[in-house]
């Protein structure tokens, strides 16, 4: 059985903020949860943040300020994450968007964080994934094979 969206707001199936869906789970009961546009994850880690082991901290109330200021908790979430992996670059972030992957590393500063946001609404209001703006290429990484980002400028 496959999800079902209701209480949509808009004649199409795209996400937006009202968008609940039903999901069956294994024991056939259904669960309502919200069909999200996006996830921010913010890596702290074993290493991220920690500064004992000479990393710069995470800038955590920024994000936490940003997300909520911005009043973008239906739309896109954001999850403050134990490791995500990619330790000896430190500070990095996973922003999700329509099923789009983009890394990056060594976000240390509020600035960066609110750049971030700017981007995540960027696409909201496009209703799409788009590229990084340049005032964030510099962090990108590629973390595997089939990364968004390193995708969308080879075409």
Request: glycine residues 6%; aromatic residues 8%.
């Given at each position: 059985?496959s999800?079902?969206?209701?209480?949509?707001?808009?004649?199409?199936?795209?996400?937006?903020?009202?968008?609940?869906?039903?999901?069956p789970?294994?024991?056939?009961?259904?669960?309502?949860i919200?069909?999200?546009?996006?996830?921010?994850?913010?890596?702290?880690?074993?290493?991220?943040?920690?500064?004992k082991?000479?990393?710069?901290?995470?800038?955590?109330?920024?994000w936490?300020?940003?997300?909520?200021?911005?009043?973008?908790?239906?739309?896109?979430?954001?999850?403050?994450?134990?490791c995500?992996?990619?330790c000896?670059?430190?500070?990095?972030?996973?922003?999700?968007?329509?099923?789009?992957?983009?890394?990056?590393?060594?976000?240390?500063?509020?600035?960066q964080?609110?750049q971030?946001?700017?981007?995540?609404e960027?696409?909201m209001?496009?209703?799409?994934?788009?590229?990084l703006?340049d005032?964030?290429?510099?962090?990108?990484?590629?973390?595997y094979?089939?990364?968004?980002?390193?995708?969308a400028?080879?075409r």
């Amino acid at each position: 059985m496959s999800p079902r969206i209701r209480s949509v707001q808009s004649p199409s199936s795209e996400p937006c903020p009202n968008n609940l869906i039903d999901i069956p789970t294994p024991s056939g009961e259904i669960k309502e949860i919200r069909h999200q546009e996006g996830h921010i994850l913010v890596c702290l880690g074993c290493c991220c943040g920690n500064t004992k082991k000479g990393f710069p901290a995470v800038p955590l109330q920024a994000w936490k300020a940003e997300w909520k200021a911005r009043g973008i908790r239906k739309r896109v979430h954001l999850t403050i994450a134990g490791c995500l992996g990619p330790c000896p670059l430190a500070n990095v972030v996973l922003v999700v968007f329509r099923g789009a992957c983009v890394w990056l590393q060594a976000i240390d500063s509020p600035r960066q964080v609110q750049q971030i946001y700017d981007y995540v609404e960027s696409m909201m209001s496009a209703g799409r994934y788009l590229p990084l703006p340049d005032n964030l290429a510099e962090f990108h990484f590629s973390r595997y094979d089939f990364d968004t980002q390193a995708e969308a400028a080879s075409r």
